[in-house]
């Protein structure tokens, strides 16, 4: 037997060989230069200098081993087990993984405006996990990795939570969240907040996806001025752009999946209540639900893994039927997570498509075959029976700004401090229409006005016959319906059309990358006219969608497609940050 203490001896001195024989060649080289090539600055030499150094890399791991040559993985496409390896190794740290992406953010947030500001703390939570990492202690998958979070959660660390609002800056939540709990305990560090559509897209009818009045608008990376989509805006361009190894989001009907569809992103809007909600600034109660961004399934399941669970601050939790013994969902990630499931196709929403998104269906249409060969079995007009009615009806909206009345004043009753003592909707909304800084009225409060003019919340006598009639959209005349009638196990979807149907019920769906639109395609902007929602090279996504509590087997049908397709790394950005681990170290 060979001792693993003889083995770390050989190895480092195969290192020393190595690293001699490659400064004695650098040394030959460098004096053909110096002799040659004498007008030369040190400017100049520094790349044939940092081919050397990184060539001959040697850094020690935590356990004392050395390795010969480091990987540095592109942070724009890094993922958790690719990160690990290389802290596992001792190539870098959390310190450099801090540096790295911070310098990358500051390369392209003037442009994009994607993230709101940076958690001053960062580089000394990340100290704090290299000595724990160095003193054999790893919390596990997560640990030492930057994830950013949405401005809506609320941290209680020097960062802002304001859902983009100055009417809460300066506001401090009574705790941390339990997700930003969660995320801490699993040994990530949050990096700081990413910019948002303010008030999460509850605000103004006549607003853009991801303008706030605290972070100005932000804009994705696949065409100039193109749309993030939104409300989770700044999450959706932080985790496509590698900015942190990924992002938290949140979603009311849309938030999640649109801006991770905008970015050629994987998106898991999870079941309400499998993550808690508590000290996140709301919009409904019934459809609120917090979940990961993040460029692979695997990676987002790993996030999901860590920050779902019960809390007894959010009663929705303890309705989950796990318990604190939840599925594996990174396990859930096999290549034979379609084989042997019941798909369904709702052709009646599909067929509400325009025109203009043929290039949507024609990639649709392929990767049912993609799915079909993966070994499912395609159900074809599993159509959801209400859905004409549901697109002439207001009630789900209704319903919504009722939640949206009683569930705001009861978040701003817990704030340890409220700078503007704001305690309802009618005082933020005087405070908006009062300040210059809210661009009002150019951005209307619209929303506002129709819930408030209708006085009506969610203890009202006649609210809960009204969010019966909503329920109807998305069980027996939706998703539940279509499940239940056609025994299946998922229904897909084009993203564009997947969010507001399982909104209502409050079931999972998850996003994959899946295309994005053909050269030749006619520029279109949204109604605002000042983001390009149409245009060559534009994202689309696919999305799955099953019944509540489904996660496990949505994210292994949603593995299985990704790796079949790999649709993400086939498109092409106009704007990337430069800056990598290799710039930091």
């Known amino acids: 037997m060979i001792s693993t203490g003889y083995l770390n001896k050989l190895k480092r001195g195969i290192c020393l060989v190595t690293t001699a024989l490659i400064i004695a060649a650098f040394g030959v080289v460098l004096a ?233 992103i994987v998106g898991i809007k999870p079941t309400v209540g499998l993550t808690s909600r508590y000290m996140v600034i709301p919009i409904s109660e019934r459809q609120d639900t917090i979940g990961p961004m993040a460029r692979t399934v695997k990676d987002a399941a790993m996030i999901l893994q860590a920050i779902a669970g019960p809390d007894t601050n959010d009663n929705y939790t303890l309705a989950s039927p796990f318990g604190n013994r939840l599925p594996n969902y990174v396990a859930a990630c096999k290549l034979s997570g379609l084989k042997g499931k019941r798909i369904g196709i709702p052709r009646n929403v599909i067929n509400t498509l325009g025109a203009s998104s043929a290039p949507i269906v024609s990639a649709f249409e392929a990767a049912v075959s993609v799915i079909s060969e993966a070994g499912a079995t395609i159900v074809e007009d599993a159509n959801f029976t209400g859905y004409d009615e549901y697109l002439k009806s207001s009630i789900p909206q209704t319903v919504v700004a009722a939640d949206f009345i009683s569930n705001i004043a009861s978040y701003l009753s817990k704030l340890k401090t409220n700078p503007n003592n704001l305690h309802n909707l009618e005082e933020i909304r005087r405070f908006i229409q009062n300040s210059p800084l809210e661009d009002y009225p150019s951005r209307d409060t619209g929303i506002w006005d129709l819930a408030l003019d209708r006085g009506l919340n969610n203890t009202s006598p006649e609210f809960w016959q009204l969010h019966l009639q909503s329920l109807y959209y998305g069980e027996e005349g939706g998703l539940t319906g279509a499940l239940s009638r056609n025994k299946l196990d998922a229904v897909i979807l084009p993203t564009v059309l997947a969010d507001d149907i399982p909104a209502i019920i409050g079931s999972p769906v998850i996003t994959v990358p899946l295309g994005s639109f053909p050269e030749g395609t006619p520029i279109e902007y949204n109604p605002r006219g000042n983001l390009v929602e149409k245009a060559p090279g534009i994202p689309f996504g696919i999305s799955f969608l099953g019944p509540k509590w489904s996660e496990e087997s949505l994210i292994g049908m949603a593995y299985a497609f990704e790796q079949r397709t790999l649709a993400r790394k086939k498109l092409q950005r106009y704007i990337e940050p430069k800056s990598d681990l290799s710039s930091v170290l």
């Open 32 to 264: 053909y230069f110096s002799t040659t090539m004498f007008h030369w600055n040190k400017w100049s030499l520094a790349p044939f200098l940092y081919i050397a150094t990184t060539a001959s890399s040697s850094r020690s791991s935590p356990d004392g081993t050395t390795s010969c040559q480091c990987v540095f993985p592109s942070l724009i496409e890094a993922t958790a087990a690719e990160l690990q390896e290389g802290l596992a190794k001792g190539c870098f740290s959390s310190v450099d993984l801090v540096n790295a992406y911070v310098a990358r953010i500051h390369e392209v947030n003037s442009t994009l405006h994607m993230v709101l500001e940076v958690n001053p703390d960062a580089w000394d939570i990340a100290r704090q996990l290299d000595l724990e990492r160095k003193s054999g202690l790893v919390r596990g998958p997560l640990h030492g990795l930057p994830i950013l979070l949405k401005g809506s959660i609320g941290t209680e660390d020097k960062t802002e939570t304001a859902a983009g609002s100055y009417a809460l800056v300066g506001a401090k939540v009574a705790a941390d969240s339990t997700v930003a709990k969660k995320l801490r305990q699993a040994g990530a560090i949050i990096l700081g907040k990413t910019s948002m559509s303010e008030w999460a897209n509850f605000r103004s009818l006549n607003g853009s996806s991801g303008w706030s009045a605290q972070g100005g608008q932000t804009y994705a990376a696949y065409y100039p001025k193109q749309d993030p989509s939104g409300s989770s805006s700044g999450s959706g361009v932080a985790a496509d752009l590698g900015l942190a190894l990924a992002a938290l989001g949140t979603e009311t009907s849309g938030s999640i999946l649109c801006p991770s569809e905008n970015n050629n």
